[in-house]
C-alpha cells in the first residue's frame, strides 16, 4: 500500500503541471497515467495562449520542447484566401508530447512519483472523501492520498470521472485524425485558420511549427488524399504535395460549449482540473494545474481538507480563467475576434507565472 498527500489522474499539460506545483511545495504526490507515455497520444498541435505565463514557461523550457513564436495569427477565406482578421498575440507553438515530458521529468525531480500504464479504475471513499485509488497496475494496484487532482482529460464528461462523479451531463466525443505534414505551403511562425460555409473547410487551421511543416486534422470520415485532390478551396491547395510525417487520433467535446467550466470543480477533496473541469486549452490547464497543486498543498499542510477549503482553487479558475475561457470555435462570436479574446485572455491572466520553473 502507497500513502502519499496527492494523488493526479492524468499527465496532460494540466496534470503534469498539478503534480510539479505539488511536488515543488513540498508535498508526497503520485502521478498516475493510463498511456505507456506521457505526452502521447498527441491531442493538439501544442498552441500556447499568448500570456505571462506561457513567456514564462518558453523562457525556461522552451529550448527542451522546441518553441516556435507565433508572429501571425491569420483568419482567412477558406475558398477565396482573403484575409479577414489578423493578430500579432498568437503565442507559441510547441510540440506538445515533448512540453509534458518536460514538465514531467520536472515534477519528477521535484520528488514527484510517476507510474505509467496506470489506469486508475476506482475511487474509493470512507465518510464522502476519497481516501484511496484503485488502478490497473499490478505494479500499485492501490494507493491511498489526503487529496486527489483529477485530469484525466476530455473523456471525463463522456466516461470518466467527472461524468460519474455527477459534475456534468455525460456528453459524447467527437474523433478525429491529427496529422504532421511535411511538404505543405505554410510559413513558420504563421498560424493559419479558415472559414468557410463548408463544414469540413470550416475551422480548419494550419499550425505550423517550422517552414514546409504543420499539424493538420480531419474528421474521421475523411481520408488525406481525397481532401487534398479538392481544387474548390485554398486549404486543400496548400497541401496538394504534402506528405504525412505522423498520424495520430485526436477527440473532443460535441456536446455544449467546448471549455466552458463546469459550475462545480471540486467535490469533497477531489479537485478537477483541464478537460475534466470542463475547461479546455494547454495554457488554461496548466494554469489550473498550478492553481490546484498549490491549494492543495497548502490544505494538506494545513490539515484543512474540507471542501471549503479546496473551493479556494475554483475561486481562483473564476477570477481568472472564466473570463476569457477556451472557446475556439466561437471565439470570434463570443468576443468579436480572435485578437480580442486573445487581448481579454491576457488581461485575465496577468502576473500569473510558472514560479515552479524559477532557477531552471
Not at 503565442?91 to 500504464?117: H, W
Not at 467527437?174 to 511538404?183: D, K, M, V, Y
Amino acid at each position: 500500500m502507497n500513502d502519499f498527500d496527492i494523488i493526479v489522474i492524468g499527465g496532460g499539460p494540466a496534470g503534469s503541471y498539478a503534480a510539479l506545483a505539488a511536488a515543488k511545495s513540498g508535498c508526497s504526490v503520485a502521478l498516475f497515467e493510463e498511456h505507456r507515455a506521457i505526452g502521447w497520444p498527441r491531442h493538439d498541435p501544442g498552441w500556447l495562449m499568448n500570456s505571462e505565463f506561457s513567456d514564462s514557461l518558453i523562457g525556461a523550457i522552451g529550448k527542451a520542447v522546441f518553441s516556435t513564436s507565433v508572429r501571425d495569427f491569420r483568419v482567412c477565406d477558406a475558398e477565396s484566401g482573403e484575409l479577414i482578421e489578423t493578430s500579432a498575440m498568437g503565442g507559441y507553438l510547441v510540440r506538445r508530447d515533448l512540453l509534458e515530458k518536460e514538465i514531467t521529468a520536472l515534477a519528477i525531480q521535484a520528488g514527484a512519483n510517476v507510474y505509467l500504464k496506470t489506469k486508475v479504475v476506482k475511487l474509493v471513499r470512507k465518510e464522502g472523501k476519497v481516501i484511496a485509488v484503485e488502478t490497473s497496475s499490478s505494479i500499485i494496484p492501490k494507493a491511498e492520498c489526503k487529496v486527489l487532482i483529477c485530469a484525466d482529460g476530455i473523456r471525463s464528461s463522456s466516461i470518466g470521472f467527472a461524468a460519474s462523479e455527477g459534475l456534468c451531463e455525460p456528453g459524447e466525443l467527437r474523433p478525429g485524425i491529427s496529422h504532421i505534414l511535411a511538404n505543405a505551403d505554410v510559413t513558420e511562425g504563421v498560424i493559419e485558420h479558415f472559414l468557410s460555409s463548408d463544414p469540413l473547410l470550416n475551422y480548419k487551421c494550419f499550425w505550423t511549427n517550422r517552414k514546409d511543416w504543420c499539424y493538420f486534422s480531419l474528421p474521421v470520415s475523411t481520408p488525406l488524399h481525397e481532401f487534398q485532390g479538392r481544387q474548390d478551396n485554398v486549404v486543400s491547395r496548400k497541401i496538394q504535395k504534402a506528405y504525412p510525417l505522423e498520424i495520430s487520433g485526436h477527440t473532443r467535446a460535441s456536446s455544449g460549449k467546448y471549455g466552458e467550466y463546469f459550475n462545480n470543480m471540486v467535490k469533497e477533496n477531489v479537485m478537477f482540473i483541464g478537460d475534466a473541469s470542463g475547461g479546455a486549452g494547454n495554457i488554461h490547464g496548466m494554469i489550473q494545474g498550478q492553481f490546484a497543486g498549490k491549494v492543495g498543498a497548502s490544505a494538506v499542510k494545513e490539515n484543512d481538507i474540507s471542501n471549503e477549503r479546496l473551493t479556494e482553487y475554483q475561486e481562483l479558475v473564476l477570477q481568472t480563467l472564466c473570463k476569457a475561457p477556451f472557446f475556439y470555435f466561437t471565439a470570434r462570436e463570443d468576443f468579436g475576434s480572435f485578437n480580442n479574446w486573445f487581448h481579454e485572455f491576457k488581461i485575465a491572466t496577468e502576473g500569473i507565472r510558472t514560479a515552479e520553473l524559477d532557477g531552471l
